[in-house]
């Protein structure tokens, strides 16, 4: 998959389908710069530690099957940063086999309308390395959720 391609996939992965606004500076320079790979992502282990978990109106697995990706969207707290960041989205399964289970993709905050989101994708690949997050803001398409 070329990075152009990747970034495509990103950003209509952030925007749930839907662009409502692309606002390409970074508002949060203390997020990670570079998404960081997590351990215990296969769908099975997701999908269990979720069925677990009280979960709020966007968390849970989302499918693209056009660009052949799962990515779960779950809760995020992290006291390194000086923002609260809502949620995560970690890349489950891709197409795409650079990608490792469990890379972060992006960060996810809520705003003061239900099914609208400031997003942070990161927007570039290097390798199996994303980096460079761009900040966008979404409207979520509930005909993605798996």
Known sequence: MSVSRLVGVMLALCLFGYIKGNELSIGNKDLPEVGEVLRS????EVRERLDNMDLQHVEGLWSYPH??????VERYESSKLSKKIDYRMVMVSSEDLS???GTVIGYMESSAVHNKYRLWIYSEKN?????NPQKCVATIDEGERK
């Not at 992502?41 to 099975?44: I, Q, T, V």
């Not at 660009?67 to 779960?72: A, G, L, R, Y």
């Open 99 to 101: 990608l490792l289970p």
């Open 127 to 131: 390798g199996a390395t994303l980096r």
């Open 41 to 44: 992502y296969n769908e099975d």
């Open 67 to 72: 660009e052949q990706m799962i990515v779960v």
